[in-house]
């Protein structure tokens, strides 16, 4: 594809409620990178995956937040009874398997607990 | 551990005149730098990065930034700012250069540049 998609690009939940943000990364692009831009700062590293295989989740802030590539393309975030501090863009990022690659990043999921 | 400084969270410049960014870093092993741009509701797009070798870094629409090992620093500088360069700019950090990275970005706080015409 022609760069790494998000979706929703908006999503507003009740506070309590799920959500799942989906990110497609550029076709073939192994490694894919989440993270979490709180409105003022810079992105926060929330996990990563090479391939299908989930290895760095180290960066999810608590036990509600999930996410998954289980074909090793397309990924899933979710996060479970969504509270007001969840409120963030939610960003994607693809790379090649050569880690000096850049990382290719998506327009981002905006979501707003209310 | 890594972390990245960014001086000033808002730069305010005249059409014309010169940009410069500031940004210092903290590395235990020798890091790779890059800069981001982010437009409004858009992702981050690559301006420059340094990785090894030529200190001065040249970028995308006529930025560039020079890596200072004795400082700290990987400034972003341009010549003549331009309307279409407002915009957040992001440092980030990696340790790419260790063997086992996995390569992930830590970045600054951001600085937001408006372009006063």
């Not at chain 1, 022609?2 to 989906?22: E, F, I, M």
């Not at chain 2, 890059?34 to 797009?45: I, S």
């Amino acid at each position: 594809g022609a760069g790494v998609s998000q979706s929703p690009r908006y999503k507003v939940a009740k506070r309590g409620q799920d959500v799942a943000l989906r990110c497609d990364p550029i076709s073939g692009h192994v490694s894919l990178f989440w993270y979490q831009q709180a409105l003022g700062q810079g992105p926060e590293f929330l996990t990563y995956f090479q391939n299908e295989a989930q290895l760095d989740k180290s960066g999810l802030p608590s036990d509600r937040f999930f996410a998954e590539r289980p074909e090793g393309s397309v990924s899933t975030l979710k996060i479970q009874r969504t509270q007001q501090e969840d409120s963030a863009v939610y960003l994607c990022a693809s790379r090649t398997v050569v880690t000096s690659s850049p990382l290719h990043f998506g327009n981002g999921t905006r979501l707003t607990v209310t | 551990a890594q972390s990245v400084t960014q001086l000033g969270s808002h730069v305010s410049v005249s059409e014309g005149a010169l940009v410069l960014l500031r940004c210092n870093y903290s590395s235990s092993v020798p890091p790779y730098l890059f800069w981001y741009v982010q437009y409004p509701n858009q992702g981050l797009q690559l301006l420059l990065k340094y990785t090894t070798g030529a200190t001065l870094v040249k970028g995308i629409n006529g930025f560039e930034a020079e890596f200072k090992k004795s400082e700290t620093s990987f400034h972003l500088t341009k010549p003549s700012a331009h309307m279409s360069d407002a915009a957040e700019y992001f440092c980030a950090v990696s340790d790419l250069g260790y063997g086992g990275s996995q390569g992930n970005l830590i970045f600054g706080k951001g600085t937001k540049l408006s372009v006063k015409p």
